[in-house]
């Protein structure tokens, strides 16, 4: 998030495993711990690394008897590599883990029941509702969140008003939106959009879904949508594709990585995602970003965002060190100095008492999105819906054809019968 005191890197060691890019902390507060380590782990970019291993030398600083090591990767680096530490027994004693992959991770058995250290060891006494009934099953307590989040649009405000576009975000549908990415486009000249392609993105597809009272999955066990969703969907996208509302998917295909996204690039006036990477943007920008809820129908009686955990701590069913875990996972949503150092790297706070202490000393980004998330729980869905086991898979899945449709290889009709016919056989 903002930018703060970045490690030496001469106090890390740098290792290359199986395609991933791993780091361990040399930390000198570990020198002095006594007892076996305890491994730490998580994904994200270069500002998460650097806050999670400041709060870390905290919890060590605090906690001398527990030493702990700390690996961490990209998101996509680290997915490669968690399914191959699980299997050969050696996977991080506490991680993040993303509802993304979560629940394949829990059917499997695959992960260590907290119950046991909730109310003793880790208290979730302030958190926000589902932040711990997302991780709950039956009785059972697989993963604690460590965030709130929702979808967020993001604009640079020197092209809206530029454009003379600002105006519509203050009741903006689909239909306006369309408009408006179009307007911006065509605005920036040869080789420029209004948005990101957000076509192949399920948290938005999410929210396009619950405005029409609908969801992406149902009871758990099969689609919540219609093939008719998902071709109106998948059109909408092409339709702003064709007239330079969004980049065309080879621009798109370039685009991985806060520093490779249109907006930063200066190829688009707008991108959508995750409401902290406001301040992941800004840092990387020299214009000022503002943050906005995304298209609602017009008549809608909410607009369909959800606030809800994401990314979770969890600890694997098979490590020794589960006791040793479950207070570093309480340091980490409780410590008010950890709170502050953490920011909203991992996304929006998991509760009152972390949004009070975050708000004493945000910066300008980080209190827009303080105060959007403050906002938006008034017209936001009060569900906190589960992504089921196979959602990694399908959002790769949605991610690839609407990349298609976008080449003109298939159209959206066809596109949404290979969805479903997939979909079938990821979900059983």
Request: proline share 5%; aromatic share 10%.
């Amino acid at each position: 998030m903002t930018n703060g005191p970045i490690m030496d890197r001469r106090s890390a060691i740098k290792l290359s495993i199986g395609g991933a890019t791993a780091l361990w902390l040399g930390s000198a507060a570990g020198a002095f711990a006594q007892g076996a380590p305890i491994k730490a782990a998580w994904y994200g970019g270069q500002d998460t690394h650097d806050r999670m291993q400041r709060a870390l030398a905290l919890f060590t600083e605090k906690n001398p008897e527990i030493p702990v090591t700390v690996e961490f990767a990209p998101f996509a680096d680290f997915y490669d590599r968690l399914p191959v530490q699980y299997s050969g027994g050696g996977a991080p004693d506490m991680h993040r883990h993303s509802m993304t992959y979560l629940f394949d991770y829990i059917e499997r058995g695959q992960l260590a029941d907290l119950t046991p250290f909730i109310g003793s060891t880790i208290d979730t006494s302030s958190l926000y509702p589902g932040v711990v009934e997302i991780g709950t099953t039956g009785e059972t307590v697989n993963a604690i969140g460590n965030n709130q989040i929702a979808v967020a649009l993001f604009y640079n405000q020197a092209k809206l008003d530029a454009a003379g576009v600002m105006s519509s975000l203050e009741s903006l549908t689909w239909d306006s939106f369309r408009e408006m990415a179009i307007a911006l486009g065509q605005a920036g000249g040869e080789q420029h959009y209004g948005v990101s392609d957000s076509g192949g993105f399920a948290g938005l597809f999410e929210v396009f879904l619950t405005q029409r009272g609908k969801s992406l999955y149902h009871a758990e066990s099969g689609l919540g949508f219609e093939k008719a969703d998902l071709i109106e969907w998948l059109a909408y996208w092409q339709s702003l594709r064709a007239e330079r509302g969004a980049p065309p998917p080879a621009v798109t295909a370039e685009s991985a990585g806060f520093q490779n996204a249109p907006m930063v690039r200066d190829l688009a006036a707008m991108q959508i995602g995750w409401n902290q990477q406001l301040v992941f943007y800004q840092a990387l920008m020299t214009e000022e970003l503002g943050i906005n809820a995304c298209p609602s129908l017009a008549d809608g009686a909410n607009n369909g965002h959800l606030i809800r955990a994401l990314d979770f701590w969890v600890c694997p069913a098979k490590s020794s060190n589960v006791e040793q875990s479950a207070k570093l996972i309480n340091f980490l949503l409780n410590d008010e100095e950890a709170i502050a150092t953490l920011g909203l790297t991992l996304g929006g706070p998991a509760s009152d008492k972390a949004a009070a202490i975050l708000a004493e000393t945000a910066d300008a980004p980080s209190t827009k999105v303080l105060q959007y998330l403050d906002n938006l729980r008034a017209v936001a869905s009060p569900d906190t819906p589960r992504w089921i086991r196979g959602h990694g898979e399908l959002e790769s899945l949605l991610g690839r054809l609407n990349g298609e449709v976008g080449f003109e290889r298939t159209t959206p009709e066809a596109a949404a019968d290979a969805y479903f016919d997939e979909a079938s056989f990821v979900l059983g």
